[in-house]
C-alpha cells in the first residue's frame, strides 16, 4: 500500500523540489509502486506547484544502464522527457556546489554522488529532496528535507 496522501501533504508544503535518479528511473520505467509517488510529484512540477531543480549528475546516472543496454528507445525517451520537463532547471556541476559537497561529505560521511546531489538541491533552494537512498536519510540539514519514497510505502 502507497501512502499517497501522507507523501503529497509533504510536497504540498514546499514550494522546489530536488531529485534523485531513481525517481526518474522508476517513473520512466514505470516501477510499482513507486511510480504513483513519482506520478504525484511529476503532476505537481508539470502544473507548476512545485519547482524542480535537477542536478546534472542525476542525468548522467539516468543514463547508464540505457547506455550499457545500448536500448537507444529508453536513451530517446529519457532524454525527451528531461529536455522537456517543465518548471524545472537542469543545474550545473560547479565551484560552489563542488566546494559544499566536499563540506557534506566531510560532516556526514555520504558518497560523493550523493553529496553532489545534496548541495546541488541546496545551492539551489530547493526545500525537499526525494530519493530512495537510504545512506541520504542520514543526512540532516535545516535547509533541506529528506524524502525517501520507501518510508511511504507500507
Given at each position: 500500500?502507497?501512502?499517497?496522501?501522507?507523501?503529497?501533504?509533504?510536497?504540498?508544503?514546499?514550494?522546489?523540489?530536488s531529485?534523485?535518479?531513481?525517481?526518474?528511473?522508476?517513473?520512466?520505467?514505470?516501477?510499482?509502486?513507486?511510480?504513483?509517488?513519482?506520478?504525484?510529484?511529476?503532476?505537481?512540477?508539470?502544473?507548476?506547484?512545485l519547482?524542480?531543480?535537477?542536478?546534472?549528475?542525476?542525468?548522467?546516472?539516468?543514463?547508464?544502464?540505457?547506455?550499457?543496454?545500448?536500448?537507444?528507445?529508453?536513451?530517446?525517451?529519457?532524454?525527451?522527457?528531461?529536455?522537456?520537463?517543465?518548471?524545472?532547471?537542469?543545474?550545473?556541476?560547479?565551484?560552489?556546489?563542488?566546494k559544499?559537497?566536499?563540506?557534506?561529505?566531510?560532516?556526514?560521511?555520504?558518497?560523493?554522488p550523493d553529496?553532489?546531489?545534496?548541495?546541488?538541491?541546496?545551492?539551489r533552494?530547493?526545500?525537499?529532496?526525494?530519493?530512495?537512498?537510504?545512506n541520504?536519510?542520514?543526512?540532516?540539514?535545516?535547509?533541506?528535507?529528506i524524502?525517501?519514497?520507501?518510508?511511504?510505502?507500507?
Amino acid at each position: 500500500m502507497v501512502r499517497i496522501d501522507e507523501f503529497t501533504a509533504k510536497l504540498s508544503s514546499n514550494k522546489s523540489v530536488s531529485i534523485d535518479s531513481s525517481f526518474f528511473i522508476y517513473h520512466l520505467e514505470n516501477i510499482k509502486p513507486y511510480n504513483e509517488l513519482t506520478s504525484i510529484t511529476i503532476k505537481k512540477i508539470s502544473s507548476g506547484e512545485l519547482f524542480c531543480n535537477i542536478s546534472t549528475l542525476v542525468i548522467s546516472e539516468l543514463f547508464v544502464r540505457p547506455f550499457k543496454e545500448k536500448n537507444f528507445k529508453n536513451i530517446n525517451l529519457f532524454e525527451e522527457f528531461i529536455r522537456t520537463f517543465p518548471n524545472s532547471k537542469i543545474c550545473d556541476f560547479d565551484f560552489d556546489i563542488a566546494k559544499l559537497s566536499a563540506k557534506i561529505r566531510a560532516q556526514s560521511n555520504l558518497r560523493t554522488p550523493d553529496a553532489v546531489l545534496i548541495a546541488t538541491a541546496i545551492a539551489r533552494g530547493s526545500d525537499v529532496f526525494i530519493t530512495n537512498d537510504l545512506n541520504i536519510k542520514k543526512f540532516s540539514d535545516n535547509k533541506l528535507q529528506i524524502l525517501v519514497m520507501e518510508d511511504y510505502i507500507k
